[in-house]
């Protein structure tokens, strides 16, 4: 029991600074792809829609006749967001997919070394700026790479049904 609230504990504090960092610089990645995703999750929760079929406001590209959404279930996450809290539940439902990450490689490396040699990879893997920042990012990636993860660790721990599962998942996202 102790050992779980060892991990519980080390979690959090490996949380921390990716959810102050991400709530001070959010706004400062230069990320235009976002808007884009805003009003998608905006338009499937006013449309009722689970499946968009087509996006009127996107003319010349064909996507007002023709849409397919490649990443569906990333925009089912964030239409969700959406519907709880407008744009900032958008933010939410896709930082959701870093703080995934974070957790899914922190529990997976203590289940197979001893919890601080743990804790101190994934504190250096977590520190880089270029992870953190991608995990920062509204973006559908955000939601592949814990799915990624997990696919890993399903391989790893030999488990076909999950490795199966997660690949559904994973080509939806």
């Known amino acids: 029991m102790r050992v779980f609230f060892l991990r519980v504990l080390l979690s959090l504090l490996l949380l921390a600074p990716f959810l102050a960092l991400h709530s001070r610089f959010t706004n400062q990645l230069g990320d ?78 203590a289940s197979r070394v001893p919890i601080l040699p743990a804790f101190i990879l994934s504190l250096i893997t977590f520190s880089s700026a270029l992870i953190l920042a991608r995990l920062m990012l509204l973006r559908p990636h955000t939601w592949a790479i814990p799915t990624f993860l997990l696919f890993n660790i399903a391989i790893l721990c030999r488990r076909p049904r999950l490795t199966a599962l997660v690949t559904a998942i994973f080509v939806l996202t």
């Not at 009127?56 to 006749?65: F, S, Y």
């Not at 439902?93 to 990450?101: M, V």
Request: hydrophobic fraction near 45%; glycine fraction near 12%; proline fraction near 3%.
């Open 32 to 109: 235009p792809d976002r808007y884009y995703h805003f009003a998608l999750s905006r338009e499937m929760v006013e449309s009722g829609k689970l499946f968009l079929r087509s996006l009127p406001q996107a003319q010349g590209i064909g996507w007002n006749e023709n849409f397919v959404d490649k990443e569906f279930l990333f925009h089912q996450i964030t239409a969700f967001g959406y519907r709880l809290a407008g744009d900032e539940g958008v933010i939410w439902a896709s930082l959701g997919g870093g703080i995934l990450s974070i957790l899914a490689f922190f529990w997976f490396a």
